[in-house]
């Protein structure tokens, strides 16, 4: 029997009823911008495309909000140099970021020896992996050749 995929939808509204918690139209709202979009964002940015759309939600429901996804598991939070950010967890594929200090670009990428490392430490003390993040900080490609045309 072929079981169905649950969606993001499907995990806030489960989330929502097993802590009794509203399920309101601005939370669905908020949820349907984040996974509408990819990449990291920071709540500011969310803030200024859900009113460009005419969403009218504050900014202290989108802070609540925030941590009930990340309390529902469709949301994980990265306290980076220049404050907290944040990219959602379903379909989403393992990565870790280097981020420009110049620029502040963030740039997601697939480390295989991260895994190895991870797959040792698992085999060698019987850990069992939750998650990881992996954060490297420096100054991309297009910033250094800004740097060196001045």
Do not use: W
Not at 109 to 118: G, H, P
Not at 119 to 140: N, P, R
């Amino acid at each position: 029997m072929d079981e169905k995929r649950l969606t993001p939808r499907d995990i806030l509204k489960n989330y929502l009823e097993s802590k009794s918690l509203r399920k309101t139209p601005e939370r669905f709202a908020i949820l349907d911008e984040i996974y509408s979009d990819s990449g990291h964002f920071d709540i500011e940015t969310l803030y200024e495309s859900m009113k460009k759309k005419n969403y009218h939600v504050s900014l202290a429901t989108l802070y609540n909000n925030i941590d009930i996804l990340i309390d529902a598991g469709l949301l994980v939070r990265h306290q980076f140099d220049k404050g907290n950010t944040y990219e959602k967890t379903m379909d989403n594929i393992k990565h870790d970021h280097f981020i420009c200090r110049q620029c502040g670009k963030i740039y997601e990428v697939s480390l295989s020896k991260v895994n190895d490392v991870k797959d040792e430490v698992v085999q060698k003390y019987g850990f069992d992996v939750a998650s990881h993040f992996l954060t490297i900080y420096g100054i991309c490609s297009n910033c250094k050749e800004l740097k060196n045309r001045k």
